[in-house]
């Protein structure tokens, strides 16, 4: 089992910032991914990290303006958020991936709201 508890969620203005956390316990994980869904739509992937190497992964509607990033001794993952446009208004979940071969996040955190006004 693996527990997320996420956290930083928020209201800002048109580009502003905002850093999301998830911390995380129990057992040992390949990989944390950042989703986010908006009012009315499919739930969609923003950004991931390899728990063990670092490398980062993002989609194209994020990529230069939102960073990954972790801190090992705190299990802790982080979404940075830079430049945020009213689009990226959504609740931002993370989530775990504990297999290396089996590329499905078993466990979810919560999620929490960011809401950028325009």
């Known amino acids: 089992q693996v527990q997320l508890v996420e956290s930083g969620g928020g209201l800002v203005q048109a580009g502003g910032s905002l850093r999301l956390s998830c911390a995380a316990s129990?057992?040992?994980?390949?990989?944390m991914g950042w989703f986010r869904q908006a009012p009315g739509k499919e739930r969609e992937f923003v950004g991931a990290?390899?728990?063990?190497?670092?490398?980062?992964y993002y989609a194209d509607s994020v990529k230069g303006r939102f960073t990954v990033s972790r801190d090992n001794a705190k299990n802790t993952v982080y979404l940075q958020m830079d430049s945020l446009k009213a689009e990226d208004t959504a609740v931002y979940y993370c989530?775990?991936?504990?297999?290396?071969?089996?590329?499905?996040?078993?466990?979810w955190g919560q999620g929490t709201q960011v809401t950028v006004s325009s």
């Open positions: 989530a775990a991936r504990t297999r290396a071969l089996v590329a499905t996040y078993d466990y």
């Open positions: 129990g057992r040992s994980t390949y990989a």
């Open positions: 990290i390899n728990w063990s190497s670092g490398s980062t």
